[in-house]
Every structure is written in structure tokens, then in C-alpha cells.
């Protein structure tokens, strides 16, 4: 190949997705009926398309389904896709755990009892190396001894646990009791400053605990009234014209990208990275 011009890079790594929910990019709710065989494929091929080369779909997944293409594909992967990799079916207090129709694909967590059994199970499905809770202050959080339990269970059974956590008083509660991995950044709440010195000491503390960054999906407020990336040409190959309509907001205030670009986000990201905290 003629590669004159062009930037070479290595295949991105996305480690927070959940596949399979949505037929179309600008949809904005997961729906459990679209969570096929079919559209898995069809999501692997699209990040296979943008340079995504492999993907860890993080604790929501269709259990009667999952396992199976996942061994399936693993053996002989579909042809064009990014390689596929699974935490399973994460685990929450009940009705605590992700939004919507991803919410059934959970354990509904009620005891420390029940916490490690569920771990069980997901190690006895061969989870690939991650299993995911959910600790969100908004929705409902485990008991403390439940989630030691499920960290606990987990490193025994040689798995690693990524958590959704809201409050950043529960970010630090979580890196004590020996979370592997957040789903998220602090910077999803806004009553206090998303990092303090406190919770840079426990990060510090705890080398080997990643961050996803998680910027969200495309919005306007960071990206301006009409992203700059709303021409290129791998845009119109893979959305339809009206998905492609639906990023360009004209309401958006004329300062609101400067704004974002200069705001929390942007600081709490610098802070963590002076920490040495590591991003995924």
C-alpha cells in the first residue's frame, strides 16, 4: 500500500463499550431486542472500520447470547470485526445498576453471599479477565461489605474489578478496599471539585488502578455548534445523512466549545495525569 502522506498508528483498544444495544449511532436508548448476533457484528465491523482493534464490552451483555458468539468467534472471528472481548454481566444493587434495558442484564446484588456466587458464575463462564459493578449514588449503592465481598471473591477467582461510581467520596472509598479499575472519572458529579489532594494521594497509592476517560458520547457543548470532524469523508461512509444531521446543533452558544475547553474537565484530566494516573 501506498502510504505517502499518510499517519500509521497502532489499532486503538476501546475498554469501555456496550455493544450490541443500538441499531443506529445517534441512538439514544439501549434496546435488550436489538442485542443480536447480527448488529454484534455489525458494531465490530464499524470500530474495526475506524481502527478500533479490539473491544472489552463492560458488564452488560445478554448472558443467552454472549458467551456463546464469544467462544464462537473467538475460534474463527467474523471476518473485518474487532476482536471481542466480554466482562459478562455486572453486578449492582437491586434496580441500581445501568439505565434502562441494560438494567435485566445485571445481578441484583442483596448479600455478600449472594455477590460471591455471582462471581462464581462469571468466572465459570470464562469472563475475559474483568467484571464490573455499579456503586452510583444516584441509583443505589451496594452495602460496603457487599462490594469487599465481590472484590474479595473476584481476585480469588484471578478476575479484576472495574467500577461505576458517581461520588467522589465513593472513588476513594473503593480505591481503599482495592478496586482494579474505574469506569468512569470523578468528573461526573459537580457538587465538589472533582479532584483533590486526598484522592490524588490514594491514586498514587494504587498505581496499577486505571481511569476510562469517558468523555461521553458527542455533544455539543465540547464540540461547538458544528463539530470540525462533521465533513470527513469516514462520516458519510459509515452514518446515514440524518445521523450525520443530528450532530450539528445550531441552538449551541457560539463560546460553548472555549468554555468546555477551559473547564473542569480539562483541569481534573491535567491534575490526574501530574498524579500519574493511568488512562485507558
Known amino acids: 500500500m501506498d502510504l505517502t502522506g499518510k499517519t500509521v498508528m497502532p489499532a486503538l483498544i476501546e475498554l469501555h463499550a456496550h455493544l450490541g444495544y443500538f441499531k443506529t ?17 455489525n458494531d465490530l465491523q464499524q470500530l474495526a472500520y475506524y481502527g478500533v482493534g479490539t473491544v472489552l464490552s463492560l458488564g452488560a451483555d445478554r448472558r443467552e447470547l454472549v ?27 437491586p434496580n441500581a445498576g445501568p439505565a434502562g434495558e441494560l438494567q435485566d442484564a445485571v445481578y441484583a446484588v442483596t448479600s455478600e453471599a449472594a455477590a460471591r456466587k ?72 459537580e457538587l465538589v471539585e472533582p479532584v483533590d489532594d486526598e484522592l490524588m494521594a490514594l491514586l498514587k497509592e494504587h498505581p496499577n488502578v486505571f481511569m476510562c476517560t469517558s468523555f461521553w458520547t458527542p455533544r455539543n ?34 463560546d460553548a466549545a472555549e468554555k468546555w475547553a477551559t473547564g473542569r474537565v480539562p483541569q481534573a484530566l491535567k491534575k490526574l495525569k501530574q498524579a500519574g494516573v493511568r488512562f485507558g
Not at 452495602?143 to 461505576?164: G, T, Y
Open 118 to 189: 455471582d462471581v462464581q458464575e462469571l468466572a465459570a463462564h470464562k469472563v475475559d479477565g474483568w467484571i464490573k459493578i455499579w456503586h452510583d449514588s444516584r441509583r443505589g449503592k451496594m452495602p460496603p461489605s457487599v462490594v469487599r465481598a465481590i472484590i474479595d471473591e473476584a481476585h480469588k477467582q484471578k478476575l479484576r474489578v472495574a467500577a461505576h461510581i458517581h461520588e467522589l467520596e465513593d472513588f476513594k472509598e473503593l480505591l481503599r478496599m482495592g478496586v482494579d479499575g474505574l469506569a468512569h472519572p470523578t468528573w461526573r458529579q
Open 221 to 254: 457543548q465540547i464540540y461547538g455548534a458544528r463539530p470540525a470532524w462533521i465533513d470527513e469523508p469516514i462520516l458519510r461512509e459509515t452514518f446515514s445523512p440524518d445521523e450525520i444531521k443530528a450532530l450539528d446543533n445550531p441552538g449551541t452558544p457560539k
Open 25 to 41: 449511532n445517534t441512538e439514544r436508548r439501549p434496546r435488550a431486542a436489538s442485542f443480536t448476533r447480527e448488529q454484534l457484528v
Open 67 to 93: 458467551y456463546q458468539v464469544r467462544d464462537e468467534w473467538r475460534a474463527a472471528p467474523p471476518p473485518n470485526t474487532a476482536r471481542f472481548f466480554t466482562a459478562g454481566q455486572g453486578l449492582a444493587a
